[in-house]
Nanobody, 124 residues
Framework: QLQLVESGGELVQPGGSLRLSCAASGFTLDDYAIGWFRQAPGKEREWVSCISSSGGSTYYADSMKGRFTISKDRAKNTIYLQMNSLKPEDTGVYSC?????????????????WGQGTQVPVST
């Protein structure tokens, strides 16, 4: 079955860290770039980060640069999002999705096989 499954979300205090996972099944990550998105309560979904199919190129939204790191484990067919120095405004549902065209395609509608998302509340 072709799917992406996110995990790792939990309540974290401001300044804390969390690592999210995006496990792929039914296809190999070597053929697709993977993007992370988040949706805060009452807001539209926004792009967070993307990693190329080779894993050699990574991209981040400006507000995440220096705090978030996206990585790939080929053996586990899994993408990770390490989030450090978390802020309350990082709160949201984080989802991953794949895109054949690569990270340079910024159109959200070109991503497919969205996972169900994992919740990340950042609060005291």
């Amino acid at each position: 079955q072709l799917q992406l499954v996110e995990s790792g979300g939990e309540l974290v205090q401001p300044g804390g860290s969390l690592r999210l996972s995006c496990a792929a099944s039914g296809f190999t990550l070597d053929d697709y770039a993977i993007g992370w998105f988040r949706q805060a309560p009452g807001k539209e979904r926004e792009w967070v980060s993307c990693i190329s199919s080779s894993g050699g190129s990574t991209y981040y939204a400006d507000s995440m640069k220096g705090r978030f790191t996206i990585s790939k484990d080929r053996a586990k067919n899994t993408i990770y999002l390490q989030m450090n120095s978390l802020k309350p405004e990082d709160t949201g549902v984080y989802s991953c999705a794949r895109i054949k065209a690569g990270c340079g395609d910024l159109l959200e509608k070109h991503y497919d096989n969205w996972g169900q998302g994992t919740q990340v509340p950042v609060s005291t």
